[in-house]
């Protein structure tokens, strides 16, 4: 791999204003133009971007001390149960946790309505103890009265994922939404050739330490996400890349309620949509060729979410081209697919990100070290 | 030219031969594409009118005369901008395909021309953009 250029010379001229920071969408017309070397030789950054559901995502919260003080076992924040497992006055609030009276109200939503200002009520119980007497606790807390509010999510950004379909003769209702009755509608998940870890196929650059924006704030991956396994395989002439996952994290407290929303989805639950932008440094014309892909040349597998089984029978595969275009030929069969993920905010990230580079107001950090590449994929025994 | 309204009838209204009038006496052709009525209470139904602009629009103005609502679909139907997220789940699930995402600025657009008022979209939308009065 040869070297074009380093992280210290990139971050040179965001400094000055010089550095050309281009999206992953942009950069695919101008490789086509100019070809990867000539085009490798004048782009410094690219952007890349995400908009999904990510349900392993969550915050830790430090309330302050009340007077006299209590160590908080039972928590809730707008009825939402949070974690009481912590030191006295910190919390873990989960997004996917539900209201104990409103299904359709959960963790996701309480991290919103922290984000829009709103006064959040929490209520704590105790048992009490010498040096933490008090037994009870109920009162309203916005954002600015916080301590702490550090978003960390175990997992996000999964580099690529199923598009799923359901065989059966009923309406199914999922993580990737409602899936209609004889392969009536398939959904995927992803932005594609937007997507920050399929834009770093072989996570060069991408790794712990990497700075990342994080729901409009500046954020860090903080080590590889749960479930993290990459893994490549050849379809139709194409490396699919699969598996790789980030853990990220960020001051929730800097972030923007535009790249974060609080979701339900009918019959499965509360998520929380979390928008990430990542920039990748164009070190060399390996990563180039990385960023400079296009959604055709990417694939998924068509998996039918109908089976109850951990592992769901494979129908097929397909390009993220067909996917976003709206349909998708299954055995023969069209298939019209939408996407869970969102294109336009992912491209708006994308956006964002490279008009805060291009204003010196974010630079590039180097990963201290790279994402596992071995890892470990267990099924749980019963 | 036809136009798709919601007219909703006020409880003592219901048993009106409103279609039967809309169709002899202002020349309609008309499509039924949803209805809820049970009498004695107030009932709504989606109806597509087909017919010249005079007819389309003395049909209308005779259903309001008899105390009856009748609204465009976009005052029933309604998308908050502010709210949606443009993933475009809802596209596949819209059967009458009047959910589309804008093919150069992926955006979201409702074609009330196409829409039925199934209610599907306003079910399934995760963030609860889509609102249906139905
Ligand atoms: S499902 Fe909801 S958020 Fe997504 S595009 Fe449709 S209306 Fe917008
Ligand atoms: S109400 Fe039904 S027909 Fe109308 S836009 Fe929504 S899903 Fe489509």
Redesign the pocket.
């Known amino acids: 791999m040869k070297l074009i250029r380093t992280y210290d010379e990139i971050n040179k001229r965001i400094e000055n204003g010089e550095a050309v920071v281009v999206t992953a969408e942009e950069i695919i017309g101008m490789v086509e133009e100019d070809g990867q070397e000539r085009t490798a030789n004048y782009v410094d950054v690219v952007t890349t971007g995400t908009f999904s559901p990510m349900c392993s995502s969550g915050v830790f919260i430090n309330f302050g001390h009340a007077e006299p003080p209590i160590r908080m076992q039972k928590i809730t924040m707008n009825d939402v149960p949070a974690h009481g497992g912590l030191a006295a006055v910190d919390t873990y609030l989960g997004a996917t946790n539900v209201a104990k009276e409103d299904p359709k109200y959960g963790g996701a939503h309480v991290i919103e309505d922290l984000l829009r200002g709103k006064e959040v009520n929490v209520t704590a119980t105790s048992v009490g103890t010498d040096c933490y007497p008090r037994k009870e606790i109920n009162t309203w807390v916005r954002l600015d009265d916080l301590n702490n509010a550090i978003m960390y999510n175990p997992r996000n950004c999964y580099q690529n994922y199923n598009v799923a379909v359901n065989t059966s003769q009923t309406s199914i209702k999922t993580y990737m939404g409602t899936l209609l009755p004889n392969l009536g509608s398939a959904h995927f998940s992803t932005s594609g050739q937007l997507s920050p870890l399929l834009n770093d196929p072989e996570l060069a650059t991408i790794g712990i330490g990497t700075r990342i924006m994080l729901c409009g704030a500046q954020g860090y991956v903080s080590w590889n996400g749960t479930q993290h396994h990459p893994s490549v395989q050849m379809v139709n002439g194409h490396k699919m890349y699969s598996g790789g996952t980030i853990s990220v994290i960020g001051d929730l407290k800097q972030m923007s309620h535009n790249y974060l929303r609080a979701a339900y989805l009918p019959g499965y639950g509360v998520s929380i949509f979390i928008g990430i932008g990542i920039p990748i440094p164009i070190m060399s014309t390996d990563v180039l060729k990385g960023v400079c892909v296009k959604d055709e040349e990417l694939y998924t597998k068509v998996v039918d979410y109908s089976s109850h089984k951990v592992n769901k029978p494979v129908l097929g595969y397909v390009n993220y081209k067909d996917l976003r275009d709206g349909k998708i030929k299954v055995d023969g069969r069209d298939i019209p697919s939408s996407s869970i993920s969102s294109y336009a905010k992912a491209r708006e990230i994308c956006n964002e990100l490279k008009v805060r580079i291009g204003r010196g107001e974010f630079n590039l950090q180097a990963p201290i070290e790279q994402l596992p590449k071995e890892t470990m994929f267990n099924n749980l025994k019963v | 030219m036809k136009k798709k309204v919601i007219i909703t009838f006020p409880p003592n209204t219901v048993d009106k031969p409103l279609v039967y009038s809309l169709m002899k006496d202002y020349g309609l052709w008309i499509n039924i594409h949803r209805a809820i009525i049970e009498p004695q209470k107030h009932g709504k139904i989606v109806i597509e009118l087909r017919g010249d602009k005079k007819q389309i629009e003395d049909g209308i103005k005779f259903v309001k005369d008899q105390g009856i609502g009748v609204n465009a679909l976009e005052q029933d139907v309604i998308?908050d901008r502010d709210k949606?997220?443009?993933?475009?789940?809802?596209t596949s699930i819209c059967p009458s395909n009047a959910?589309k995402l804008d093919k150069d600025t992926y955006k979201?657009s409702i074609d009330y021309d196409e829409c039925v008022v199934c209610g599907s979209?306003a079910e399934i939308?995760?963030?609860n953009?889509?609102s249906i009065n139905f």
């Open positions: 998308l949606c997220v443009d993933c475009g789940v809802c959910l979201l979209c939308c995760p963030v953009a889509i």
